[in-house]
């Protein structure tokens, strides 16, 4: 299983998880009663009840690069292409907009050195 903080404006927004069955996404109940909670995507409004399906969320999958890009992140990291989870995790912990979105283990990592 691969697990991601997804983070709003650096405000940890929620969870994104892939398993065998398909992937999760679950808003963090902190962040659903904190004043200004807003989606990270208008495809993912707010809400308590967790987000499933059998591909990636659309919204999620358009953070990873492409073209140029995303052949220098499959062949530096060694991540085939259609691991989308993976390229998410490699590549978009500081990508362009408001969302961005960690692996868990090296959120817990930024953490200790804090």
Not at 6 to 30: C, I, M, S
Not at 45 to 67: N, Q
Not at 78 to 102: E, F
Request: net charge negative; with cysteine.
């Amino acid at each position: 299983m691969k697990t991601a903080i997804v983070y709003l404006y650096d405000r940890l927004a929620g969870r994104l998880t892939e398993d065998e069955n398909g992937f999760t996404f679950l808003y963090d109940p902190d962040f659903l009663a904190s004043d200004g909670a807003e989606a990270v995507s208008l495809t993912l409004p707010l809400t308590d009840k967790p987000y499933h399906d059998t591909v990636l969320f659309p919204f999620f999958d358009g953070l990873i690069p492409e073209g140029w890009l995303l052949n220098i992140a499959e062949k530096s990291w060694k991540i085939n292409q259609r691991d989308r989870m993976s390229l998410l995790l490699a590549c978009c912990k500081d990508c362009i907009g408001a969302v961005s979105v960690v692996p868990e283990q090296d959120d817990k990592e930024e953490e200790r050195e804090e």
